[in-house]
């Protein structure tokens, strides 16, 4: 797999200037460097052998002059590398989380969420080192090499066939350590994901790790992880063990070979004394330059791995359009003969042929056991997937045909799990209506019977943690439905977001959001009859099929299994 020059190109044109100049700059100082072993070969020729202090003053000031000048690129560059590479990889990072912010559902099932901060996080940086030696050393390498090559061929010609002899033998040296480095360097990533991966589920689960006393059982998971990652770095940097010793060993022969050979040639006159000088430090500079492309070409290796999985994050499917149009739609929620199985997935459909209608401000309850295709329904509405057969339909729009800020404009969900993040519980709220006042804040906490709010010191500027770690569910669960209902989304989606609270509470949440103006279609998802019941209309989903819809008492005559949901919640409780 080549790298994807494409990825590079589009940061390219944004930094082409600095780019340039810092090339230019990189060009100019290696001439300098090469420069140095040709005026040597001046000062002792024309100084040192003839005892003329003279040239050696002038031809040493001019070295001197020509050192200094390439000090004073050598700086350049270096401060243009520093600050392009840095910007690119900051650049690169926010379009990657661009990215992953717009990825579809697919996308997201693809890619687990250890592996994307790998990639935004380690693969990026290899990238922007990478970045950052070719403009400071990279291209220095090649043209110190060539140009070294050209100018001692220049000094003696019989003396350059050892030097084409190294280069042919270090050539096919670095070709086999990228043929067998980079598929090693790949795994190496991978091992990496996986650690992070762990690390996450980790600190993620870390109560539940605790509770149930599984320590050791993760630590050793982990322990596997790190492992893995260990002996794919062994194995990734075995070949480099191998080969750098065998760069230095081909290129000291060959300055040994330079050294025998000019020694024999001085003493028949055909080479002298100045010209073996230069001859030496060209192939030191050689010698200096190959080590350098072969790191090069190890970091190259490295980074074509990052590259490519980067390109995987860019390749990902996109969540589809977005739409500048904004319309209010009406709340009308019609699924037509809908089909889905979820890609990826086992191929068993989560829905079959499922219809139903809710009218406009209607309330709906959709219960059914664990798997019927409850929460699912929530994805599809919201357009996360596309139905394999039949449509949906918001208002009289097909959500098809809708935008993706459009439709979800018009809909507001109440995650199962839910998700609260590091901040105030003022901006936790406000996620639902970045404009909103603060009265209508408090109307909605106290909608969601979030009163708990106004008792904490701080109130609303109180600071949660990662994830709302210093609420209890129950708090964390009328967070989440107060910013639900402060988005005023003419359709509401409460997915089994009142599982953490009690009864009462419950009832109280649903009473407010049911009073005469409530201006919303409000879906619950539900595992609890008694949630349902109240509900003016009711769908019973089983096996991804709806067994019944209708109201309560319409569901007790002619419906099995809302029958026994019912007995076994509702009779079972009373006897109890």
Not at 221 to 229: A, W
Request: aromatic share 8%; glycine share 8%; proline share 2%.
């Amino acid at each position: 797999m080549v790298i994807k020059m494409k990825l590079y190109k589009k940061y390219y044109y944004r930094y082409k200037v600095p780019f340039l100049v810092a090339v230019l700059c990189v060009t100019l100082e290696a001439v300098c460097d090469l420069l140095g072993p040709t005026l040597m070969s001046h000062i002792v020729n024309s100084g040192i052998e003839k005892g003329s202090l003279a040239k050696v003053y002038y031809w040493g000031l001019i070295m001197l002059a020509v050192t200094l000048i390439g000090a004073c690129f050598a700086v350049v560059r270096n401060n243009l590398a520093s600050h392009v590479s840095q910007r690119m990889g900051a650049d690169l990072r926010a379009d990657l989380f661009k990215k992953i912010m717009s990825f579809s559902e697919i996308g997201a099932d693809r890619i687990e969420s250890g592996s994307l901060i790998t990639r935004m996080t380690n693969d990026t940086s290899q990238i922007t080192q990478f970045v950052n030696g070719i403009m400071r050393i990279f291209l220095k390498a090649p043209i110190t090499c060539i140009g070294s090559i050209i100018l001692a061929s220049i000094l003696n010609i019989r003396l350059s066939f050892v030097i084409y002899g190294v280069v042919a033998i270090v050539t096919l040296l670095i070709y086999i350590s990228m043929k067998f480095s980079y598929p090693r360097f790949y795994q190496l990533q991978k091992a990496l994901d996986e650690v992070n991966a762990k690390v996450q589920e980790y600190l993620i689960g870390v109560r539940l790790v605790k509770a149930f006393g599984t320590y050791e059982k993760e630590v050793d998971r982990f322990e596997k992880s790190n492992d893995n990652l260990m002996q794919k770095g062994i194995s990734s940097q075995m070949v480099i063990t191998v080969i750098s010793p065998l760069l230095t060993l081909v290129v000291g022969a060959g300055t040994a070979a330079v050294i025998f050979f000019g020694s024999r040639m001085f003493m028949t006159g055909k080479a002298n004394t100045g010209d073996i000088t230069a001859f030496t430090i060209y192939m030191a500079q050689i010698l200096t330059s190959l080590i350098m492309i072969t790191n090069v070409f190890t970091m190259f290796v490295r980074t074509k791995a990052s590259t490519s999985r980067i390109g995987e994050v860019f390749d990902s499917e996109e969540d589809f359009a977005k739409s500048d149009r904004r319309m209010k739609a009406e709340g009308s929620i019609t699924f037509d003969h809908v089909t889905f199985a979820y890609p990826n997935g086992s191929g068993v459909p989560a829905l079959k042929d499922l219809s139903f209608t809710v009218k406009s401000k209607e309330s709906l309850a959709i219960i059914g056991p664990t798997g019927s295709g409850k929460s699912t329904i929530a994805w599809l509405l919201l357009h996360f997937y596309d139905v394999d057969r039949g449509k949906i339909m918001l208002g009289h729009n097909d959500i098809k045909t809708l935008g993706s800020d459009e439709l979800r404009d018009n809909i507001a969900i109440v995650p199962q799990k839910p998700m609260l993040f590091s901040g105030s519980i003022k901006d936790n709220v406000m996620w639902g209506k970045k404009q909103a006042s603060m009265e209508m804040i408090q109307d909605a906490t106290l909608k969601a019977q979030a009163d708990f709010v106004m008792q904490m010191p701080d109130a609303f500027n109180s600071l949660l943690g990662s994830g709302g770690v210093n609420l209890s569910g129950g708090q964390k669960q009328r967070i989440s439905i107060a910013r639900g209902i402060l988005k005023g989304a003419p359709v509401l989606i409460l997915d089994d977001a009142t599982s953490a609270l009690d009864a009462v509470t419950e009832a109280k949440v649903l009473d407010n959001l049911r009073k005469s103006g409530y201006d919303q279609t409000l879906i619950t998802i539900t595992q609890r009859c008694g949630t349902a019941m109240s509900a003016d209309k009711i769908l019973v989903m089983e096996y991804g099929r709806s067994v019944g819809f209708g109201t309560h008492e319409d569901l007790m005559k002619s419906c099995e299994v809302y029958q026994d949901i019912y007995r076994t919640q509702i009779d079972n409780s009373r006897g109890a």
